[in-house]
């Protein structure tokens, strides 16, 4: 509520760039692990290294949290028609945080992402 802080507005700029580039990397046969390297890699190359703590995202289908996960452990492969999250984000302790997530369909063409929410940062007065 209210402004801003300028680092999170920072924060929200460095995530939203890192979450761009993790959706290019969702493709048939890319291995979770290497699909969750893209936006960390990009996070961990700003001041807010280290600042994303947990997995890229999960499959999603009958159960919440399912495979092929998207985490820095992962072996998983992805096919044509998997559904997955694609969340990176970056919390600041003491200040807080950004998450910036999409659902997406692996396709052979490209993911095609279902959410339809805007990505523009938004304030809430």
């Excluded at 493709?27 to 692990?33: D, F, I, K, L, N």
């Excluded at 919440?64 to 997955?84: A, F, I, Q, Y």
């Excluded at 279902?114 to 007065?125: H, M, P």
């Amino acid at each position: 509520m209210g402004p801003l802080p300028r680092r999170l507005r920072e924060a929200y700029a460095a995530c939203l760039e890192a979450q761009l580039a993790a959706l290019e990397a969702v493709r048939p046969g890319a291995v979770g692990r290497e699909v969750d390297a893209v936006p960390r890699e990009r996070i961990d190359a700003t001041e807010f290294r280290g600042s994303f703590g947990h997995g890229l995202g999960h499959g999603l289908g009958l159960v919440v949290h399912e495979t092929p996960t998207l985490r820095p452990e992962s072996e998983d492969v992805l096919e044509p028609g998997n559904v997955v999250t694609v969340e990176p984000g970056i919390y600041l302790e003491g200040l807080g945080g950004i998450r910036i997530e999409d659902l997406v369909i692996v396709r052979e063409e490209g993911p095609e992402i279902l959410s339809r929410f805007t990505k523009e940062l938004l304030a809430v007065d």
